[in-house]
């Protein structure tokens, strides 16, 4: 069973849309979490960390389910420049972390 | 700041050939983590390092060496190169402080490998 489980997509959706991605994770005593961006033949770059009361960076939302041990990513008003895949991250013990193989999302004009 | 750098940025190799790819940083940022990205598959994690002279292995160790002289410099060697390793590298690094780190991890640009 792999770490970290994410629904590929692809995700299409117009500008100015609501889109979430959720993510799934395995190992209980997981201990931090993160959302990355990934543009195309790009290296991935930290969107935000996952706190366990939830948190906000403008347009991006996400949110802890430690009960169900899933992570989520709402993003609101859709601009074609969140065109990307979008990975869930887990950190377990020590610095062994997991990543999800991402969402693809496109924003379509 | 140049941020996380690696070199080369594209290689390819003959089976059993060996090599290293470089990665540097220069945010004195004490953690540094290599990845291996496949498709289909995720990034997986081969070694990291939480300061010089301390390496460990992660996800994928096998056919991978690293060393760790410097704060700044993460070589990756490859041993004996195999079809199995052509991948796209990434190396990276977070701030890790007096046992205390951020996790938040910076990406290098990323070597694409293929072994032929």
């Known amino acids: 069973r792999k770490e970290v489980e994410q629904d590929p997509g692809p995700f299409n959706v117009p500008e100015g849309a609501t889109v979430a991605f959720n993510c799934t994770y395995s190992n209980s005593a997981s201990q931090s979490f993160f959302w990355y961006r990934q543009d195309c033949r790009k290296e991935p770059k930290l969107l935000m960390s996952?706190?366990?009361s939830g948190n906000e960076d403008g347009r991006f939302t996400a949110q802890l389910n430690r009960a169900s041990q899933y992570i989520s990513l709402l993003i609101r008003d859709s601009k074609l420049s969140d065109s990307a895949t979008y990975l869930c991250v887990v950190r377990v013990a020590g610095n062994q972390f997991y990543f999800g193989t991402g969402t693809s999302l496109t924003v379509i004009p | 700041n140049a941020g996380v750098t690696q070199t080369p940025k594209f290689q390819v190799l003959k089976t059993g050939q060996s090599m290293t790819l470089q990665c540097a940083q220069d945010?004195?940022?004490?953690?540094m983590s290599w990845y291996r990205q496949d498709p289909g598959m995720g990034l997986r994690l081969i070694h990291y390092?939480?300061?010089?002279?301390?390496?460990d292995q992660g996800e994928v160790p096998n056919g991978y060496n690293v060393s760790r002289s410097t704060t700044e410099d993460f070589p990756l060697r490859l041993l004996s190169a195999a079809p199995s390793q052509t991948s796209v590298y990434f190396c990276?690094?977070?701030?890790?402080?007096?046992?205390?780190?951020?996790?938040?991890?910076?990406f290098g640009p990323g070597t694409r490998l293929t072994v032929t």
């Open positions: 996952v706190y366990s």
């Open positions: 990276a690094s977070s701030k890790y402080q007096d046992g205390i780190s951020s996790y938040e991890q910076y």
């Open positions: 390092s939480v300061g010089a002279g301390i390496t």
């Open positions: 945010m004195n940022h004490e953690y």
